[in-house]
């Protein structure tokens, strides 16, 4: 509504220039799921660096590859990634149920780790009379293999109280939650008797009997893989040292649904070209990515080398890639850092036989080092043949989805088709003009077309707005055409290549 001038004067009016920015979302943060020490099941937990993982998850671990790829994604220059813990059903979590000092001792606070697994085995209490009022309150010291690591003073069982024992310690200690048990004493005898080094107990890690299953997770619960259904910001995904079919096949079909994601898949531990050639064309989806051989490194726990999968590290190459070259250059030609060695030594013979096929080797050179020699996906398309590409569409597609919810509940008339192909156009001459769109021309790299064409009658009435965006990106000769559709309570992208 224009503004009423009933006086004589100068007036100033902000105008909107009818175009709203697309922002780019990010392409380099990544998630894992698999096996760790300790940690909350099911809950992805954003880890900026190694120091954070072993704080929340624990350190390295025989069974398990995932906190080798974690540190290997740091040291080729990650910055973000949500882990994942997992386990299975058997996993318990470490507990006490401490009694009462009255004439009859009652069990009044049970003391439990913090989350499943052996570790909170370690965990050991003392209690101690408070400091303050040594006659109505106590003292919680928490030690994890004999060290003190917390000490929580002054604290009592009145639930009224300010400094009562569950208000006081849970959600701000990192080792234990407390829970109490309401017995039947009065205070002071409902406080818990005094004692030293009294040992938690019953903490089972979940992992001997762990199952493909327990990686994959359900939808209706959350875990495994789904429990990034709700982390926005992830674009790759591993399940570090997991290479079953069913698995690969999960983490695949997964991506491919979110279509915000790909799955880096680990080859099996020795496996020669032959095998990792019909290992992989078991599979077809864009959204994978599959390199051989495993890497050796310098392992810190046994001291000596070993070999791993290297999902973790390649996760890595392709956030350094994104920084220094954006996510439209392929992430390949890279050293790896922290490979000292190789599995298998790949020949160029042998290469011909598997870049072919989408497997992406890791080769030494040299004077070079140990490079990713290869960038194409799990896929038959050749449209989709190589990860860039499959990437960066991954990146504009979100990008303008997101950057366009503005026009949800807008008057579906030509003013909003013209500031949506005026917020994208720009939107896509920067990346032209960065290099990421082929052609000499803006013309020649990309077209946005909304209008009544994109949008009759039919689509207008059930209050959808259908973009379609053309882009030619660079090394393919024709435009990938994808439609972009806005209504209330979501959004929808369809590739039409």
């Known amino acids: 509504m224009a503004k009423e001038y009933l006086r004589p004067g100068v007036f100033v009016e902000e105008i909107p220039s009818g175009a709203y920015p697309i922002e780019g979302v990010g392409t380099s943060t990544a998630g894992f799921v698999g096996i760790t020490t300790r940690g909350a099941l099911n809950k992805p937990k954003l880890i900026t660096n190694w120091s954070q993982f072993v704080k929340h998850f624990g350190d390295y671990r025989k069974d398990s590859y995932l906190a080798y790829a974690v540190y290997g994604f740091f040291l080729n220059k990650g910055r973000r990634c949500f882990v994942t813990r997992v386990a299975s059903s058997s996993a318990k979590i470490a507990l006490i149920e401490l009694k009462d000092r009255a004439d009859v001792p009652e069990n009044t606070l049970r003391i439990q780790a913090l989350n499943e697994g052996e570790w909170g085995n370690n965990i050991s209490i003392d209690i101690a009379d408070g400091k303050t009022e040594p006659a109505n309150e106590f003292k919680v010291v928490v030690k994890n293999k004999g060290e003190i690591v917390e000490v929580w003073d002054n604290l009592s069982m009145d639930d009224s109280k300010n400094n009562f024992v569950e208000n006081v310690i849970n959600g701000k200690s990192n ?22 080094d009294v040992p938690l107990a019953g903490g089972v890690d979940g992992v001997s009997d762990i199952t493909d299953t327990d990686y994959i997770g359900s939808q209706a619960n959350k875990s495994g893989l789904y429990a990034f259904d709700d982390v926005d910001e992830v674009n790759s995904i591993a399940i570090p040292g997991i290479s079953s079919q069913v698995v690969i096949q999960a ?5 491919a649904k979110r279509a915000d994601a790909g799955f880096v898949a680990d080859c099996p531990a020795n496996q020669n070209p032959q095998d990792a050639k019909a290992f992989r064309e078991q599979f077809d989806s864009s959204y994978g990515y599959y390199y051989y051989p495993r890497i050796q490194i310098n392992d810190p726990l046994s001291k000596t080398t070993k070999f791993i999968p290297v999902s973790g590290h390649i996760m890595g190459i392709f956030a350094r890639n994104d920084g220094e070259r954006g996510v439209h250059k392929a992430p390949t030609n890279e050293v790896v850092f922290g490979a000292v060695g190789l599995e298998y030594n790949v020949t160029d013979g042998e290469q011909e036989l598997l870049n072919p ?7 030494s050179f040299r004077g070079r080092g140990i490079r990713v020699w290869g960038a194409r996906t799990m896929s038959s398309d050749p449209n989709l043949r190589y990860i860039h590409k499959r990437r960066f569409l991954m990146f504009i597609e979100e990008s303008i989805a997101e950057g366009t919810q503005w026009a949800v509940f807008e008057p579906n008339d030509e003013v909003l088709w013209g500031k949506i192909i005026r917020s994208a156009s720009a939107f896509l001459k920067r990346q032209w003009m960065e290099g990421a769109l082929f ?16 949008n009759p009658p039919e689509v207008r009435s059930v209050g959808q707005v259908i973009t ?14 994808f439609r972009i559709g806005q209504w209330e309570g979501g959004k929808e992208i369809i590739e039409m290549l």
Do not use: H
């Open 175 to 196: 080792f234990i939650q407390v829970q109490d048990l309401d017995g039947p004493s009065t205070p002071p005898d409902d406080r818990p008797q005094l004692q030293s």
């Open 251 to 255: 983490g695949l079909d997964y991506c």
């Open 357 to 363: 096929a989408g497997v992406n080797c890791i080769r």
């Open 439 to 454: 052609g000499a021309t803006p013309e020649e790299a990309y077209y946005v077309k909304c209008d009544e064409e994109t």
């Open 468 to 481: 379609e965006i053309g882009v030619n990106i660079v090394e393919t000769a024709e435009f990938v055409i």
